[in-house]
């Protein structure tokens, strides 16, 4: 069985981006010659070879895939927060860069700040020893008033 936590260590972002892009275009067009012709549509092309309907462990992997594409974007997005306040930017710059509030990204900052000072908790060797995550939190500081 295809997870999550297996692909993870396997792929990069952009290497796990291109994949699920491939599968899920290879699905796409197989789904749109499937309806087409359920619905008996005269129009329906001849059978694009890239259109080959998904294997169930092709679709499972797909499934995973976006998973471990969330969760890399969402890391990148975090060390992105970080670069942005070590730039001068503030909480509600920041909060608009996310489409969002000032506190909202905060406090999102803090909760992969905690998860990272865990991580290491329990490993010893990833996420942020106690000084990273001090000077993590030095860094992202108080959203301003």
């Not at 290491?120 to 008033?145: I, Q, T, W």
Request: charged share 30%.
């Amino acid at each position: 069985m295809t997870t999550p936590d297996e692909l993870e260590h396997q792929f990069t972002l952009l290497t796990a981006a291109t994949r699920y892009d491939a599968l899920r275009t290879r699905d796409a067009l197989a789904s749109a010659e499937e309806d087409a012709a359920d619905r008996g549509d005269p129009r329906l092309v001849p059978a694009d070879p890239d259109a080959e309907p998904l294997r169930r462990d092709e679709a499972l992997e797909l499934l995973a895939l976006g998973e471990v594409v969330a969760r890399k974007a969402g890391y990148g997005r975090q060390l992105s927060v970080r670069s942005a306040r070590r730039a001068g930017a503030s909480w509600s710059q920041i909060g608009a860069a996310l489409g969002t509030s000032k506190q909202a990204a905060w406090e999102a900052h803090g909760r992969w700040i905690d998860d990272q000072a865990e991580q290491h908790r329990l490993d010893g060797y990833s996420g942020m020893s106690e000084s990273d995550v001090a000077v993590a939190r030095a860094v992202a500081g108080e959203p301003e008033a």
